[in-house]
């Protein structure tokens, strides 16, 4: 390929990505900011007087309240959905780009592998991560908030260390990125989708729907606001290769990004 055509699809890739994440993430902490909020205010309501968040926003005020039944017709409920899947598209479209057609994937001085089997490591790895995760939040660890986040930090470990003794250490920092970043887009196509279908579905038809289905899709969605900010940094670490990935240390600078995020999300989320 050229390499001004490179250059130039790179850069509209970049800024397809970005500015997709920028919609969704935004979406996605709203929602659970808002969610937080109503939490807060059930506990303090009384009489049985359904709470409203005010807010005040581009010259005016907008009073937003949580409902527990469909008072519209199915097809007036507006979705958010297509962002999750334009951010994923473009970050894959860009790993493929920048380190799958040429070769920025391995490094003979990291390991003696192949361009190809590079390849397919880091795409097993895309699906290993998101299979393991989605199995943890079904399984007994998923019970426990405590023995989740342990369980989790300790794949991240050991993916983060796999990866930084297979590919070069950038390639690496961003795959562990795109692990996230599928498993946040698989959350959002595969489990809360669906089960908000089958709420609308139910409510659309007057029944009772089964609150598990929203109790599911909001961890998954509480999940997506934790993996985001990490998922930020590891995209920024390819600027700064001396404090990242190209630091001795690498895989624990990488954990102790990933703790740092989780924690930031933890303020946002509750502010």
């Given at each position: 390929?050229?390499?001004?055509?490179?250059?130039?699809?790179?850069?509209a890739?970049?800024?397809?990505?970005v500015?997709?994440?920028?919609?969704?993430?935004?979406?996605?902490?709203?929602?659970?900011?808002?969610?937080?909020?109503?939490g807060?205010?059930?506990?303090?309501?009384?009489?049985?007087?359904?709470?409203?968040?005010?807010?005040?926003?581009?010259?005016?005020?907008?009073s937003?309240?949580?409902?527990?039944?469909?008072?519209?017709?199915?097809?007036?409920?507006?979705?958010?959905r297509?962002?999750a899947?334009?951010t994923?598209?473009g970050?894959i479209a860009?790993?493929?780009?920048?380190?799958?057609?040429?070769?920025?994937?391995?490094?003979?001085?990291?390991?003696?592998?192949?361009?190809?089997?590079?390849i397919?490591?880091?795409v097993?790895?895309?699906?290993?991560?998101?299979?393991?995760?989605?199995?943890?939040?079904?399984?007994?660890?998923?019970?426990?908030?405590?023995?989740?986040?342990?369980?989790?930090?300790?794949m991240?470990?050991?993916?983060?260390?796999?990866?930084?003794?297979?590919?070069s250490g950038?390639?690496?920092?961003?795959h562990?990125?795109?692990?996230?970043?599928?498993?946040?887009?698989?959350?959002?196509?595969?489990?809360?989708?669906?089960?908000?279908?089958?709420?609308?579905?139910?409510?659309?038809?007057?029944?009772?729907?089964?609150t598990?289905?929203?109790?599911?899709?909001?961890?998954?969605s509480?999940?997506?606001?934790?993996?985001?900010?990490?998922v930020?940094?590891?995209?920024?670490?390819?600027?700064?290769?001396?404090?990242?990935?190209?630091?001795?240390?690498?895989?624990?600078?990488?954990?102790?990004?990933?703790?740092?995020?989780?924690?930031?999300?933890?303020?946002?989320?509750?502010?």
């Open positions: 390929m050229d390499f001004s055509i490179r250059e130039w699809l790179n850069l890739l970049r800024w397809f990505h500015f997709a994440g920028i919609m969704w993430v935004g979406q996605t902490y709203y929602f659970t900011w808002l969610d937080h909020q109503f807060r205010l059930e506990k303090e309501a009384s009489g049985g007087t359904a709470p409203a968040v005010w807010m005040v926003h581009s010259g005016g005020f907008y937003v309240e949580k409902k527990k039944a469909l008072g519209v017709s199915a097809n007036q409920v507006r979705w958010f297509w962002e899947l334009m994923w598209i970050g860009l790993l493929a780009l920048v380190y799958y057609v040429p070769s920025g994937l391995v490094d003979p001085d990291v390991a003696a592998i192949s361009q190809r089997a590079g397919a490591i880091g097993a790895s895309l699906i290993a991560g998101w299979l393991i995760y989605d199995l943890a939040v079904v399984s007994p660890l998923g019970r426990s908030p405590a023995v989740f986040v342990t369980f989790a930090l300790i991240t470990a050991a993916f983060s260390w796999g990866l930084l003794h297979l590919f950038r390639a690496a920092y961003i562990m990125g795109a692990i996230f970043g599928t498993i946040m887009t698989a959350n959002v196509w595969f489990r809360i989708l669906p089960a908000q279908r089958k709420m609308i579905a139910a409510a659309a038809a007057g029944e009772k729907f089964d598990a289905l929203g109790g599911q899709a909001k961890l998954r509480k999940h997506n606001t934790f993996m985001a900010v990490p930020v940094f590891l995209m920024l670490s390819n600027h700064y290769p001396v404090a990242t990935y190209g630091n001795r240390l690498a895989w624990l600078v990488l954990i102790a990004l990933v703790v740092v995020g989780w924690a930031a999300a933890k303020i946002v989320r509750e502010a």
